[in-house]
């Protein structure tokens, strides 16, 4: 950013599109093996390959000069990823040098030990991926996670000032019976509730066909019992927001599979090994680690311009019964979600 505070060249795809929300993977490593993100057997990066702190940064600094001011970390799961607060102080000290939010999602498994933390570090909001309320469950969706853990990070979270938001993949015969009760739940406490509707990204041993949830279904079977009022909120990314008169909250849509949301696409996503991806659903990348280490800044000022160039205009995820490949091979905690 120059003294103005205005990007050195903003970053607009052929569409016009301008991205300003980068998301970025901090390791593809997680403590669960949730069933429509991994398979119970996952291979994962060899540490060397991962990028450092340091490359990270610059990284995230070089999107921030060019107009980028929403960073989340992700992962896998980010807050395993040993020495993480480091990363996360460092960016947080860029909030309001270009940078208007820092922002992490988690399975909220390390949440506890983390949060003050977070909230020091800048960070005010965060997204809990949670899929269901009952233990027995939560450890059969998760394969090896305790709720009980989830649960004290999310108490330790509010209790450190961090707004939460529920994330919530929606699966038919899995957990569709509780998506109420989840509503009521988060409501309840103050936190917002987001679903979301499976993606066929990398092969995880269920049958996606049968769980998936038509969300557009979902919204006109909770219309019929309560009173939803559509929202402009927007925070970035691709949900649709209705208020909840009888709970007081907020409900969240994301629908990448009923309704293409790709039109007002604003983000891009980093991978732990350096590879930018310009679309959860397609294979465009750009290797920035390559960039970086090969060309310096220079480098990767012109690779993001390469990017930008082959952003696609949008997924095109296909489900269909007796089809043994998924629409995407690598898995969602690669990408970052």
Avoid at 43 to 52: A, E, M, N, R, Y
Avoid at 62 to 72: H, P
Wanted: net charge neutral; glycine share 10%.
């Amino acid at each position: 950013m120059n003294a103005l505070n205005v990007p050195q060249k903003p970053l607009v795809d052929r569409y016009g599109r301008t991205v300003s929300y980068l998301r970025i993977s901090v390791t593809d490593r997680c403590d669960f093996r949730c069933v429509y993100c991994m398979a119970e057997d996952m291979t994962f990066l060899p540490k060397k390959d991962v990028l450092s702190f340091e490359e990270i940064e610059a990284i995230a600094g070089a999107f921030i000069a060019r107009g980028t001011t929403k960073i989340r970390l992700t992962g896998g799961e980010p807050l395993v990823r040993r020495d993480i607060m480091e990363l996360v102080t460092t960016l947080g000290g860029r909030i309001g040098h270009g940078l208007d939010e820092l922002t992490l999602t988690t399975n909220g498994s390390q949440l506890r030990r983390h949060a003050e933390g977070l909230f020091a570090a800048g960070v005010r909001r965060i997204n809990v991926s949670l899929d269901t309320l009952d233990s027995q469950r939560f450890a059969q969706v998760t394969r090896r996670g305790r709720l009980a853990d989830v649960e004290a990070g999310i108490e330790a979270a509010q209790a450190a000032g961090l707004a939460i938001k529920i994330n919530m993949v929606a699966m038919r015969g899995v957990n569709e019976d509780e998506i109420e009760p989840m509503m009521a739940w988060a409501h309840g406490r103050g936190m917002g509730l987001t679903l979301i509707e499976g993606m066929p990204l990398g092969e995880v041993g269920i049958d996606r066909v049968d769980s998936y949830l038509p969300l557009c279904e979902l919204h006109d079977r909770l219309a019929r019992r309560y009173t939803l009022t559509r929202l402009g909120t927007r925070t970035g990314g691709p949900a649709r927001y209705v208020h909840v008169a009888e709970t007081g909250g907020t409900l969240g849509f994301i629908t990448p599979m009923s309704h293409n949301f790709c039109e007002s696409c604003n983000r891009v996503r980093l991978t732990a090994t350096g590879q930018l991806f310009l679309c959860l659903g397609q294979d465009d990348q750009v290797n920035l680690r390559d960039a970086l280490r090969e060309g310096g800044p220079q480098g990767l000022d012109e690779a993001l311009d390469r990017a930008m160039l082959i952003k696609p205009k949008g997924h095109d995820f296909v489900l269909e019964r007796g089809k043994d490949t998924p629409a995407v091979a690598r898995h969602m905690s690669v990408t970052g979600g």
